[in-house]
Structure formats: C-alpha cells, structure tokens
C-alpha cells in the first residue's frame, strides 16, 4: 500500500452553520455567507491545486481511499471516502468532499462518509468562533 499525505491550516468563522447533508467544504476564501451552510473552514492555506503533487496524484486514481482530518481545538473530525480518475483537484480556493458520486474541480473525494451536518454541535459551535484547524489529507492507494 503506498500512503500521500499532506496538510495545512485553516480557521472557523462566526458564520459557520455546518447543516449541508451532503458535502463538506473549505474555503481559502475568508469568510462565509449565511447561506454558505456546506462551509467548515475559511483562509485555508490551500486550495486542491495546491497540495502536494503526490496526494492530487493519489486522488486522481479511482478506488483511492482519500481521509479528509480536521483538528478542531483538540476534537477530531475524519471523513473518508474515495477518488476517482474523473477527479481534476484543480481548484484554486475550494475543496468539497461529496456523499455523491458528482464530480467537478471542487470536488476532493466523492461517496464520503460524513458531511458538514455530521459535525457536532458543540463543535459547529467551537468553530463558530474562529478557532484555527489543522486540516490533514490522507490517500491510501
């Protein structure tokens, strides 16, 4: 089994409601509207296009496992789910993990096993006040 990782930071936001129920997504962007409810983490160090060239590779092999792990304020959150060769991992401010099969150069990994209503409340609550996240980025090929 060959393992990419890569990571980066990222921050909460006062807007932050985490009710989407089927994607997850972080944003380079600063902040988020209220109706950005899919929206976990804002100024994110970087975008899919920005991570290491081993974990984009990695994505973009289809059946790769790809765990998405936030660290916030000491709870952790994983999500996982799989890549595929339809994936591009070329956006340049957004990453979206999707219970779906939809692909789009947002999309860093499709059937995921959580999404942001997943979080919990407590949590959305932690992140509601700016908390800076340790975002990791697993593939398992």
């Known amino acids: 089994m060959v393992v990419y990782e ?5 921050q909460g936001h006062r807007n932050i409601k985490a009710e989407h129920r089927s994607t997850l997504m972080i944003t380079k962007e600063d902040y988020v509207t209220p109706r950005g409810d899919c929206i976990v983490a804002v ?5 899919l296009r920005e991570l290491s060239e081993d974990v984009r590779y990695g994505i ?3 059946g790769s496992v790809v765990t998405l792990t936030l660290d916030i304020d000491g709870y952790v959150f994983r999500v996982r789910g799989y890549g595929s060769d339809k994936l591009t991992v070329d956006h340049p401010t957004d990453m979206v993990c999707r219970r779906s ?12 096993d959580k999404a942001a209503i997943d ?19 697993r593939v398992d090929i």
Do not use: H, W
Request: proline fraction near 2%; include cysteine.
């Open 43 to 47: 100024k994110a160090e970087k975008s």
């Open 6 to 10: 890569d990571s980066f930071y990222a």
């Open 119 to 137: 979080i919990p409340r407590e949590v959305v609550q932690i992140l509601r006040r700016g908390v800076r996240i340790l975002v990791m980025i």
């Open 101 to 112: 099969r939809y692909v789009c150069n947002r999309t860093l990994m499709i059937g995921a």
């Open 60 to 62: 973009r092999i289809a």
